[in-house]
Nanobody, 126 residues
Framework: QVQLVESGGGLVQGGGSLRLSCAASGRAFSDYRAGWFRQAPGKEREFVAAISWSGGSSTWYADSVKGRFTISRDNAKSTVYLQMNSLTPVDTAVYYC??????????????????WGRGTQVTVSS
């Protein structure tokens, strides 16, 4: 089992950047695929990005963030990061970190993640 704690959210002006962190504790984090999802008020939770287990050689992104967001991991620190650039008000949401030991699953589906953090608020002003 793994516990996840997000940090790094806040208020930023449009066009700005933020870096979110997700610190994991528990079992060896390198065994877990990690992902970021977000949920805006009144909307369903949506996939943002994911990174494969172990060395993180594979990454996946939602079309809406491709080219602006970068997911990475540091297994020595048991931490996953989400670097967010060129932010717009549309990116305003609560951002959640998720982890899974499941293999060969659709990484963009929230039900394919067993563990979740409590989220961190990101607000982008216009």
């Amino acid at each position: 089992q793994v516990q996840l704690v997000e940090s790094g959210g806040g208020l930023v002006q449009g066009g700005g950047s933020l870096r979110l962190s997700c610190a994991a504790s528990g079992r060896a984090f390198s065994d877990y695929r990690a992902g970021w999802f977000r949920q805006a008020p009144g909307k369903e939770r949506e996939f943002v990005a994911a990174i494969s287990w172990s060395g993180g050689s594979s990454t996946w992104y939602a079309d809406s963030v491709k080219g602006r967001f970068t997911i990475s991991r540091d297994n020595a620190k048991s931490t996953v990061y989400l670097q967010m650039n060129s932010l717009t008000p549309v990116d305003t949401a609560v951002y959640y970190c998720a982890a899974s030991r499941l293999r060969d699953r659709d990484v963009s589906r929230s039900w394919n993640y067993e563990y979740w953090g409590r989220g961190t608020q990101v607000t982008v002003s216009s």
